[in-house]
């Protein structure tokens, strides 16, 4: 933990944003999948609340970031918010086969992957979200909001390109920046044992 962070009540607005955040996400599942992925109003309202809870993701990091209340916990927190929105998302859609098992597979366990390196070695540091991790992030969210929102229904077939047009580039991203994850951990361990 660092020594400014350290100072820091964990218990501010932010990190009970982040919490918030996380406490939806069984909502929004069940939201999901109750009346079977049909176009009903239960699905834009699931769609909605997953629109605004991921949305909050960059609202809770402003406002920790202008009030100097970012803490070792919100970092840790932050990502494990968006994985659980939108890893939910994923396992939704593909339940009602509106996207391969393999796609979400894939992401989960890249996503899964990256959060039990970071609690492995949260002992030695917090490793905050990157560039091309929140880039995915972003990527992720505007592909999974355009998947649950039922477009196709309302403008026809087409948009069906514009959903996996977004989700592939998701995919992509998510599987760059995992590697790129796993070579800066290698990089990390390989200069620590240098310096040893």
């Known amino acids: 933990m660092t020594e400014a962070a350290a100072r820091v009540s964990n218990w501010n607005l932010p990190n009970a944003i982040t919490v918030i955040r996380i406490l939806l996400a069984p909502l929004f599942i069940w939201m999901l999948l109750a009346d079977g992925g049909a176009d009903t ?21 402003h406002i920790a970031r202008s009030r100097n209340q970012v803490t070792d916990l919100g970092k840790l927190l932050d990502p494990i918010a968006d994985k659980v929105l939108t890893g939910g998302a994923l396992v939704g859609l593909s339940i009602l086969t509106e996207l391969p098992w ?23 540091r917090v490793i905050p979200a990157s560039r091309g991790g929140k880039l995915k992030t972003l990527a992720q969210s505007i592909a999974i909001s355009l998947a649950l929102v039922p477009f196709p229904a309302l403008f026809g077939s087409w948009f069906d390109w514009v959903n996996i047009v977004t989700m592939s580039i ?27």
């Open 41 to 61: 109003p239960l699905r834009y309202a699931a769609a909605a609340l997953f629109i605004v809870a991921i949305a909050t993701d960059g609202i809770d990091g």
């Open 102 to 124: 393999w796609v979400t597979a894939v992401i989960l366990v890249r996503e899964i992957g990256i959060t039990v390196f970071r609690f492995a070695v949260l002992s030695d």
């Open 170 to 196: 998701a995919f992509i991203l998510t599987v760059v920046t995992g590697i790129d994850y796993l070579v800066q951990a290698w990089r990390l361990s390989r200069a620590g044992k240098s310096a040893a």
